[in-house]
């Protein structure tokens, strides 16, 4: 596995690329967040480690600009900000996660860990594509969701407020990692309670509270994308979690 890691402090850096090494890891690391966005660009990578302070260019708007340019590599953010508003501005820029400083480096190496199993689990996973009402549909596999336009008029539409371009019709927007495990959840229990303890255990590993705020930070994420379709909803179930409606098409009769 491929790993860059984004850290101003020399030592830290240093510290965090021998621990990773001696795991096995394949570890490119970047000073600063200009010179991680650009290593990002330039090679392939399975995580991304990201310190939110940095100069010349901060974590979070190295994060940014590599979502606007479609790259969903699972990133890790890590910040010595201890606020709540401060983890969330890090994840709806569109990180996967977060660690707070100071943090062991086993806890460190058991979410890469983590990550492996999700990635592994992806490849065995039956179900690779959704219809999610009428004009929806999502591949769970290249993380795509799409939107079929119904005319002209529609397609500007979707232009405007989906924020993607549409060709022959569709719209296609590339979501994060963390937004696709979250919708693929929650298309596999379609008009059905997606349990709030078993989403934070499947996707986060722990049902804490900070993992919990992460998760209403996607949920409203996701929500933004299912905006276009009036009979596409993601409602909130009181004390039990989350229900993904969609109007089912109904089969013709011949």
Same mark, same amino acid.
């Given at each position: 596995?491929?790993?860059?890691?984004?850290?101003?402090?020399?030592?830290?850096?240093?510290?965090?690329?021998?621990?990773?090494?001696?795991?096995?890891?394949?570890?490119?690391?970047?000073?600063?967040?200009?010179?991680?966005?650009?290593?990002?660009?330039?090679?392939?990578?399975?995580?991304?480690?990201?310190?939110?302070?940095?100069?010349?260019?901060?974590?979070?708007?190295?994060?940014?600009?590599?979502?606007?340019?479609?790259?969903?590599?699972?990133?890790?953010?890590?910040?010595?900000?201890?606020?709540?508003?401060?983890?969330?501005?890090?994840?709806?820029?569109?990180?996967?996660?977060?660690?707070?400083?100071?943090?062991?480096?086993?806890?460190?190496?058991?979410?890469?860990?983590?990550?492996?199993?999700?990635?592994?689990?992806?490849?065995?996973?039956?179900?690779?594509?959704?219809?999610?009402?009428?004009?929806?549909?999502?591949?769970?596999?290249?993380?795509?969701?799409?939107?079929?336009? +119904?005319?002209?008029?529609?397609?500007? *539409?979707?232009? #405007?407020?989906? =924020?993607?371009?549409?060709?022959? %019709? !569709?719209?296609? @927007?590339?979501?994060?990692?963390?937004?696709?495990?979250?919708?693929?959840?929650?298309?596999?229990?379609?008009?059905?309670?997606?349990?709030?303890?078993?989403?934070?255990?499947?996707?986060?590993?722990?049902?804490?509270?900070?993992?919990?705020?992460?998760?209403?930070?996607?949920? +409203?994420?996701?929500?933004?994308?299912? *905006?276009?379709? #009036?009979?596409? =909803?993601?409602?909130?179930?009181? %004390? !039990?979690?989350? @229900?993904?409606?969609?109007?089912?098409?109904?089969?013709?009769?011949?």
């Amino acid at each position: 596995m491929k790993i860059l890691i984004a850290e101003d402090e020399q030592a830290l850096r240093r510290a965090y690329t021998v621990a990773l090494e001696r795991q096995g890891y394949e570890v490119t690391a970047a000073a600063n967040g200009q010179e991680a966005l650009d290593l990002a660009e330039s090679h392939a990578f399975d995580v991304m480690i990201f310190d939110i302070m940095m100069p010349i260019k901060t974590g979070l708007e190295a994060v940014q600009e590599l979502r606007a340019r479609g790259n969903s590599t699972y990133i890790i953010m890590l910040t010595a900000m201890s606020e709540i508003d401060d983890r969330v501005n890090g994840l709806d820029t569109g990180a996967d996660d977060y660690l707070t400083k100071p943090f062991s480096m086993e806890e460190l190496t058991f979410r890469i860990e983590a990550i492996l199993r999700r990635v592994q689990g992806k490849k065995n996973r039956e179900r690779t594509f959704y219809n999610i009402g009428k004009h929806y549909a999502f591949d769970t596999q290249k993380q795509i969701l799409s939107y079929t336009c +119904t005319d002209e008029a529609d397609a500007q *539409r979707i232009q #405007e407020q989906f =924020e993607a371009e549409v060709h022959d %019709g !569709k719209a296609q @927007k590339k979501l994060t990692t963390k937004e696709s495990e979250l919708l693929s959840l929650l298309c596999a229990h379609m008009n059905e309670i997606l349990q709030r303890d078993f989403a934070l255990k499947k996707i986060w590993i722990d049902d804490n509270y900070f993992n919990a705020r992460s998760m209403d930070v996607y949920i +409203t994420k996701l929500r933004k994308h299912l *905006r276009m379709d #009036e009979e596409v =909803e993601i409602i909130n179930i009181h %004390g !039990k979690g989350y @229900k993904l409606i969609a109007k089912e098409e109904e089969e013709n009769e011949d």
